[in-house]
């Protein structure tokens, strides 16, 4: 059984996941919850990690991915994570890194302050020396990066993996789960963009195995329509659309309506063509919809995510397909809200009941499906 974990940071994102044979992966990180708020419902992130981590008798994540660089994805990272790059960030209760994620815009992006800085030194870092990162996509400014400090690109290709490439190191057969890379593109920035974080930020689908079962998850980070349309269109061309299915679905950019189409609605996104497809027709039955955000407003009054428009779409397009709509920070309720646990196994995708007040959890789960596919 594999486990995947979102947790109530508000706008912020963090996903943690267990593997059946033991590694553990977490993409993002963003320990937003002010301590000194006695009215802060946001979980203490670090100390939600840290215990879990204890209690697995470690002290390191094999893999610890930054979808990119915005804050709500990297807060407090540097005061968690212990950093090879100078002793400062070293010692104490500090969490280790074996492996490294990073779009390559973390590494050629210029102009950081503070944390953002800080996680693109460490990826330069490591980079430089030849061991534990992975940077996705190799645009040629990444490639005069290196040049200027005397590397070839060829001898760092071993560490960099493309779009529509799978990550070495995880095979179904073996770890359980294969992860593909849809975007960044490096192209983007080839022909002439500049780094925009949203638009090169890592989007990838976890494909889990548990004996002839399959069961799939995309993380999305803060993609826009725009990009979720050119991954669309590019996976259609390829005739890979096994490669957009999903059970499991982070929805962009915390339910912000702008991942779904260019207005807003009265009441209802209304998605592009493409965003729709992904959404309707590459969802599985009985999948779970994940928004990593503040509780969905009821009226318009804040111009930021999440938008109670797009978030309208989400629950009748899931509702479609007998699924679940969550929000995290409404899991299992407002007053108090836990992280969302979801089991995998051959029962697929199931969401790890939490009772409000705290107390033991039960698991929820449902009959297998007629026409199940297996073993894709």
Same mark, same amino acid.
Request: hydrophobic letters at 35%.
């Given at each position: 059984?594999?486990?995947?974990?979102? !947790?109530?940071?508000?706008?912020?994102?963090?996903?943690?996941?267990?593997?059946?044979?033991?590694?553990?992966?977490?993409?993002?990180?963003?320990?937003?919850? @002010?301590?000194?708020?006695?009215?802060?419902?946001?979980?203490?992130?670090?100390?939600?990690? %840290? &215990?879990?981590?204890?209690?697995?008798?470690?002290?390191?994540?094999?893999?610890?991915? !930054?979808?990119?660089?915005?804050?709500?994805?990297?807060?407090?990272?540097?005061?968690? !994570?212990?950093?090879?790059?100078?002793?400062?960030? =070293?010692?104490?209760?500090?969490?280790?890194?074996?492996?490294?994620?990073?779009?390559?815009?973390?590494?050629?992006?210029?102009?950081?302050?503070?944390?953002?800085?800080?996680?693109?030194?460490?990826? &330069? !870092?490591?980079?430089?020396?030849?061991?534990?990162? &992975?940077?996705? +996509?190799?645009?040629? %400014?990444?490639?005069?990066?290196?040049?200027?400090?005397?590397?070839?690109?060829?001898? %760092?290709?071993?560490?960099?993996?493309?779009?529509?490439?799978?990550? /070495?190191?995880?095979?179904?057969?073996?770890?359980?789960?294969?992860?593909?890379?849809?975007?960044?593109?490096?192209?983007?920035?080839?022909?002439? #963009?500049?780094?925009?974080?949203?638009? @090169?930020?890592?989007?990838?689908? #976890?494909?889990? +195995?548990?004996?002839?079962?399959?069961?799939?998850?995309?993380?999305?980070?803060?993609?826009?329509?725009?990009?979720?349309?050119?991954?669309?269109?590019?996976?259609?061309?390829?005739?890979?659309?096994?490669?957009?299915?999903?059970?499991?679905?982070?929805? /962009?950019?915390?339910? +912000?309506?702008?991942?779904?189409?260019?207005?807003?609605?009265?009441?209802? *996104?209304? /998605?592009?063509?493409?965003?729709?497809?992904?959404?309707?027709?590459?969802?599985?039955? &009985?999948?779970?919809?994940? +928004? *990593?955000?503040?509780?969905?407003?009821?009226?318009? $009054? $804040?111009?930021?995510?999440?938008?109670? =428009?797009?978030?309208?779409?989400?629950?009748?397009?899931?509702?479609?397909?007998?699924?679940?709509?969550?929000? *995290?920070?409404?899991? /299992?309720?407002?007053?108090?809200?836990?992280?969302?646990?979801?089991?995998?196994?051959?029962?697929?995708? *199931?969401?790890?009941?939490?009772?409000?007040?705290?107390?033991?959890?039960?698991?929820?789960?449902?009959?297998?499906?007629?026409?199940?596919?297996?073993?894709?």
């Amino acid at each position: 059984m594999h486990k995947v974990a979102f !947790f109530p940071i508000g706008n912020a994102d963090c996903c943690r996941v267990d593997l059946e044979k033991g590694p553990k992966l977490l993409f993002d990180y963003a320990d937003m919850r @002010d301590p000194a708020d006695p009215e802060d419902r946001r979980i203490a992130l670090g100390d939600e990690l %840290r &215990r879990d981590l204890e209690e697995a008798g470690r002290d390191a994540f094999d893999v610890v991915g !930054f979808t990119h660089l915005d804050d709500d994805h990297i807060h407090g990272a540097s005061e968690f !994570f212990s950093l090879d790059h100078a002793a400062k960030y =070293q010692g104490g209760k500090r969490i280790k890194i074996r492996d490294l994620w990073v779009p390559a815009a973390a590494i050629t992006e210029e102009g950081l302050e503070d944390e953002a800085r800080i996680i693109r030194t460490e990826a &330069r !870092f490591r980079l430089e020396k030849g061991y534990g990162v &992975r940077v996705f +996509s190799r645009p040629d %400014r990444l490639r005069e990066w290196l040049k200027a400090r005397n590397i070839r690109l060829e001898d %760092r290709a071993h560490l960099i993996t493309d779009a529509g490439q799978l990550v /070495p190191g995880f095979r179904k057969d073996t770890e359980g789960v294969e992860f593909f890379i849809h975007s960044p593109f490096a192209r983007r920035l080839d022909d002439g #963009g500049i780094e925009d974080r949203n638009s @090169d930020a890592l989007v990838l689908q #976890g494909w889990f +195995s548990c004996g002839t079962v399959d069961t799939k998850l995309l993380l999305t980070a803060d993609a826009p329509h725009e990009i979720l349309t050119e991954i669309v269109q590019i996976t259609q061309r390829h005739k890979n659309d096994s490669r957009l299915e999903w059970d499991i679905y982070n929805v /962009p950019h915390h339910c +912000s309506y702008l991942s779904l189409g260019p207005e807003r609605g009265k009441d209802v *996104t209304e /998605p592009v063509s493409d965003v729709e497809w992904l959404i309707e027709a590459q969802g599985q039955d &009985r999948g779970i919809v994940v +928004s *990593t955000s503040k509780v969905i407003p009821k009226r318009d $009054d $804040d111009p930021q995510p999440p938008h109670r =428009q797009a978030a309208n779409y989400y629950k009748e397009a899931t509702a479609k397909r007998k699924g679940q709509f969550i929000v *995290t920070m409404e899991h /299992p309720s407002t007053d108090r809200p836990r992280p969302l646990e979801i089991t995998i196994d051959t029962l697929k995708a *199931t969401v790890k009941r939490t009772a409000s007040g705290g107390s033991a959890a039960i698991l929820t789960s449902s009959a297998p499906r007629a026409g199940m596919r297996h073993g894709r």
